[in-house]
């Protein structure tokens, strides 16, 4: 927690305005704004590079590091920098000067001169701050010609790999960390040229506290921080005519695959992905949708046995597997209260390899499972060994982000914008809405307080589906939901911090709830790690939120336990909710882990 | 002139004079007088109002007017408040602070009091480099008896008034002389600056309002309270009224602390003070402030010593570093050694200070092994405006000025090593050619035999020579030569 830079909450009641001059032109903003701030008001901008504002996750990164938005104040001898600096009453900015305008091109250079520029065959060709923004200064030459930082390469993590060569230390990724997810995972460490940003003794990220939520790579403006990319080992079981490969899709990267082909932000793009799949050579293509209806049936049977048993509550849900790591690490003491359910991917795995293995006459081990997936984290649940059966190996083999996919769609040729709509295959591909609002925050509870609802009160004939009080963005929310005479008392929480406070509240025996849904990312998992990178932009996070929520209301079924091919895995195979069979595919356990 | 030859001892006036190990020693000074007279007949507000009208300024470097610091930290509103003792002294070569500790540790400890007393805080701590065993021990010697009489502590001088101090070693770091790098280091944090506003007065150690002064400047505290601010200002001049420790070394005769009223003429330190150069070599430039200190020329030895006319100059105060520079120093040279320093101990947080001071000694090192042109020279410039323009912190915004000030004042020495190849100098050993005279070598062998590389060739008792394309100019020939035969160029 060393940058003290995260967002503190707005301050309540009348701002004082104060007035300034930005390139001649008067802007009245309110106390405590930066100059970049009220130059956006008069239309200046201003490039910047380390800054970051994503206010409502209280996620700004203003550590004034990069130098870049330096502007000249009258009356200072030296320039300050805009992102970090607080305008005063009758200040004069220039943003434009010569003086200026050169400061800010020779620091990008000065980045330049230290960066291994193999932007050719770089993951972020196209999509990279620093790239963008040499070209906006126009740098035509680097006058710097000393040896750039050499370190390694970190890709010990099935997850995040690091290459510190291209970092900027910016600090996004230590702010995200420390401060908003509270892991803790980063720290700069030596100094002077050596300086890099680092994990505690330099322990690769496997074996750090890190929970691989991804969001450090989310933000990070250059391929410092990445994703470990699977797609080769995925081209490779598709083109092997012996192993009969099974793509199945996460809920909320069917609103966000479209942006990486131009699409608008909360584009739905369901059919074209499922046509783009299938022409990837995938032998069958199914729904995590499916599967999140199947945990929801578990996680409603599994909460209303703890509470006609005594059991422990709340129950926390557990298809975060960013969240679940973080448990493991940071409150092993509370490991009894997460639900037992696996994340429904690695159920749907399950079911792959043993339900419809059998349904299609295949021999499990000759079926692989990619899962295309919102999140990084998922990357590191895929080798949990806990979540591998014997003879049929992992439950799921390959996760691959929607990055990833984007990029193998585009390798693979195929025009994705033309692509005609295509459906799921059947047997495990039909899904509610419920199962759609997984993809982002108060989704997982709102679904399964849809279906213990019905259950609780199975005599009401119009039971209520949107439960509106539990939706919002707010880091932290509490609800109230009254059910057959019931008052169920439920809490959200989205990003780590936030999940922190609320899991601290339930330690120390402050607060009481009955079910809590949490999420790693930062607005769940249209947030998540994996997802095409939002450009620090908050609207496209609340765009893909809505999107999902649109989805969900489009769907003819809402209610997880109407949808039918579940209703005839458990006739045809698992038998009851919460029953022996159910266990032992469908249930998971914990294991505590070491702080750091 | 008196014995002193014109200086004035306030900061240092008990060092040498008492055993710092003995309280007693210290209160038979008047010592901890101020501290009677501040809690028993005067006001907070009346403290700081002494300390704002003596003007005594921050001896740390940036001269910051300390009554004003106290006042601000004073009208911080905060459950707690901090004061703080900057004892990090890291430059190289400068010891005021550590001569202050270990010669008069109460001085300090008194003057801390008197501020917490000032400003409302109850809590005292002071940052010292772990380099300063002497002066760790003493403080804490020191700290021990005051409280044992009651001068520091719960109820000092049955007063009601509570106040602790307590000491935090440092782990090394030049940059934790940076008061908020020093705030954080005490926080158990990393060694960086924060982004300022907000002020230490405002959000310092623990984010409380704390007030930070150097060794120096607590040193100078006291004395004021007892002798009042009109005593004060009687040294020094109207800006810089008072004294400061100077650090006196290199190619001068008598090399040591000095403290000297403010406004006293360079050349007087130097050739009165200081006795003069050494070997009677002419005087070339003095470089004041430490390592981020800019190069001063002969030209300018008129110069009264002040905050404002080291600035205008291209140089600084600092905390008191004096380094006097003879013509047998390459003034390109020096500006790399300096830079060399500050580049190593930069934090690294801000882009200009990690990434441009490295190119600037890239650049430097290119001129003084034979590789420079003068658009190098254009490079340096531009590149060390913009690293003391951006940087974020006092660190980097001064490391830039050994570079510049010599470039501004020495440009032929800079045009000489870019065009010519030549240090004029001859202490830029790559520039170097080593020959041997023939009209006085004896073919004694002796080069040759201790030659570490076997380039110097010659049958006994004939003229020999250096082959250049292998000599790696190491200086053994001419150190060993019985009969200085061998020459450099």
Known sequence: ?596 | MSDNYGQVRIALRNCGVIDPEKIGDYIAQGGYDALAKAIFEMTPAEIIDTVKKSGLRGRGGAGFPTGLKWELSGKSEGDEKYVMCNADEGDPGAFMDRSILEGDPHSVLEAMVICGRAIGARQGIIYIRAEYPLAVKRLQKAIGEAEELGLLGDDILGSGFDFGIRLYLGAGAFVCGEETSLMNSVQGGRGEPRIKPPFPAQAGLWKKPTNINNVETYANVCRIILNGWEWFRQFGTEKSPGTKVFALAGKVNNVGLVEVPMGMPLRHIIEVIGGGIQNGRKLKAVQTGGPSGGCIPEEHMDTPVDYESLVALGSIMGSGGMIVLDEDDCMVNIAQFYLKFTAEESCGKCTPCRIGNRRLLEILEKITTGGGAEKDMIDLDELGNIVRDCSLCGLGQSSPNPVLSTLKYFRDEYLVHVNDKRCPSKRCTALLRYFIMPEKCIGCTVCARNCPVSCISGERKKTHVIDQARCIKCNTCYEKCPVNAITKE
Request: hydrophobic share 40%.
């Open chain 1, 1 to 596: 927690m060393t940058n003290g830079n995260t967002a503190e909450n707005d301050t309540a009641g009348a701002v004082n305005l104060i007035t300034c001059t930005i390139n001649n032109v008067e802007a009245r903003v309110p106390e405590g704004s930066t100059i970049l701030e009220a130059a956006k008001t008069v239309g200046v901008h201003i490039p910047t590079l380390c800054h970051l504002d994503l206010h409502d996750l209280k996620m700004v990164n203003q550590v004034g590091t990069c130098r870049v938005c330096m502007v000249e104040a009258e009356g200072r001898w030296n320039l300050l920098p805009s992102c970090s600096t607080a305008v005063t009453q009758n200040m004069v900015i220039h943003t434009n000067t010569p003086r200026a305008v050169r400061s800010r091109r020779i620091m990008v250079e000065l980045f330049l001169s230290n960066h291994p520029k193999e932007c050719l065959i770089c993951e972020r060709n196209q999509n990279c701050e620093l790239q963008s923004l040499a070209a906006e200064l126009g740098v035509r030459e680097i006058r710097y010609t000393g040896p750039r930082f050499k370190t390694h390469k970190d890709s010990s993590s099935y997850s995040i790999v690091r290459n510190a060569e291209k970092c900027v230390l910016c600090r996004r990724c230590e702010t995200m960390c420390n401060e908003v997810q509270t892991v803790g995972v980063y720290s700069t460490v030596h100094r002077g040229f050596d300086t890099v940003m680092g994990t505690a003794f330099d322990l690769p990220m496997l074996d750090t506290a890190c929970t691989f939520c991804g969001q450090c790579v989310s933000v990070c403006p250059t391929a410092a921080l990445t994703e470990t990319d699977d797609s080769e080992e995925v081209w490779a079981a598709v083109s092997n005519p012996d192993i009969f490969v099974i793509a199945q899709t996460a809920p909320a990267i069917r609103v966000t695959l479209g942006e990486e082909f131009g699409m608008p932000v909360g584009t739905q793009v369901t059919g074209k992905m499922v046509a783009a799949l299938k022409k990837m050579g995938f032998d069958m293509v199914l729904d995590t949708d499916f599967a999140a209806d199947l945990t929801v049936v578990e996680e409603a049977s599994e909460f209303m046995h703890r509470m006609e048993h005594g059991g422990r509550l709340p129950i926390l849900t557990s298809c975060c597997p960013a969240w679940v790591k973080f448990i493991e690490h940071q409150f092993p003491e509370l490991l009894d209260i997460p639900s037992t359910c696996k994340s429904p991917h690695e159920m749907f795995g399950a079911v792959a390899k043993s339900y419809l293995a059998r349904k299609l006459g295949k021999d499990p081990a000759k079926i692989k499972v990619v899962s295309v997936m919102p999140c990084l984290a998922k990357k590191f649940e895929a080798r949990r060994e806990e979540l591998t059966e014997e003879p049929a190996g992992a439950d799921v083999d390959y996760v691959l982000s929607t990055r990833e996919l984007a990029r193998m769609i585009r390798e693979a040729g195929i025009n994705f914008g033309a692509l005609r709509d295509e459906s799921f295959d059947d047997v495990m591909g039909e899904s509610t809405g419920a199962a759609v609002i997984f993809g982002t925050t108060g989704g997982v509870i709102e679904a399964a307080v849809r279906t213990a609802a019905a259950w609780l009160d199975p005599e009401n004939p119009s039971p209520v589906i949107d439960f509106k009080q539990l939706r919002g963005i707010d880091g932290i929310r509490e609800a109230e939901v009254a059910v057959a005479g019931k008052t169920l008392k439920i809490a959200i929480a989205h990003g780590l911090g936030n999940a922190r406070k609320l899991l601290t509240a339930i330690r120390d025996g402050e607060a009481s709830y009955d079910a809590i849904e949490i999420m790693a990312c930062p607005m769940g998992c249209v947030g998540g790690g994996g997802q095409p990178y939002h450009g620090n932009n908050m609207e496209v996070l609340k765009a893909r939120m809505e999107a999902i929520f649109k989805e969900d209301a489009e769907k003819p079924l809402r209610r997880s336990h109407e949808n039918g091919q579940i209703k005839r895995l458990y006739e045809e195979f698992l038998g009851e909710p919460y029953g022996e069979k159910a266990h032992e595919l469908l249930h998971t356990h914990y294991q505590k882990r070491e702080q750091i």
